[in-house]
């Protein structure tokens, strides 16, 4: 059991992803204005993203403190009338949130069994939540198991970095992509792209698509949705 998963992403025509080397777009427009205008048209109210993603909205990196109790180690759900998730996978317990959401998004991490006491001691004392998905690393497929029997999500929008995407993809677990192609080719070497498989590559290409639909938007934006047709899987 699993979320219907979308991987939205705005990308050059390469496909690159960093848009902070991206000149401003044709007409004035702002990448992460475009980002956001498209993913919110699909209503859905809960992503998910890796652990370099999710440090941006981490906040700084704070100590700490020695846990004063044992924690159990066990799924914690903060909010139980959360409608809104933001999602992210930290197997190490590296990010320190100290508030419990992201713009009025709820906060749920992706933890391993190696994280900390105090770093679950912290998440709890911020209201935050999280759930256990592997003993060293997140393993996305329990993640998604999870996302969708615990919290209830039947939708989830996946917007991480290239190597979250890729391992998603990789695992089968993307249902459709949702690519919006800005008029810049970026050409930089070893530039993050909207899937990085981890590892040696794949004998074969990860997924063939579908194209569900496909839009012109203004300054020669391309919007394309596919459906994932086969995966590799793992």
Known sequence: MKPYVICHMCTTIDGRILSNRWSRLPRGKDP????????????????????????????????????????????????????????????????????????????????????????????????????????????????????????????????????????MLHAGLVDEISQVVVPVVDGGRGVTTIFDIPGDPPPKAAAALRLKSHRTLPGGVSWFRYRVARRSGR
């Open 32 to 167: 992460g204005e475009l980002f956001e205008s498209t993913a919110d048209s699909f209503g859905i109210g809960a992503w998910v993203v890796g652990t370099t993603t999710m440090r941006e909205f981490a906040g700084r990196n704070v100590k700490l403190k020695k846990a004063r109790r044992r924690v159990e180690r066990s799924d914690y759900i903060a909010d139980r009338r959360a409608r809104r998730f933001a999602i992210g996978a930290d197997a190490k317990g590296a990010l320190r949130f100290q508030k419990p959401d992201v713009e009025g998004d709820h906060v749920v991490l992706l933890v391993s069994s190696r994280v900390s006491d105090g770093y679950l001691a912290h998440l709890q004392d911020a209201g935050a939540s999280y759930l256990f998905c592997g003993k060293r690393e997140v393993d996305v497929k329990v993640a998604l198991d999870k996302i969708r029997r615990v919290l209830g999500i039947r939708r989830l929008m996946l917007e991480g970095g290239g190597t979250f995407n890729g391992e």
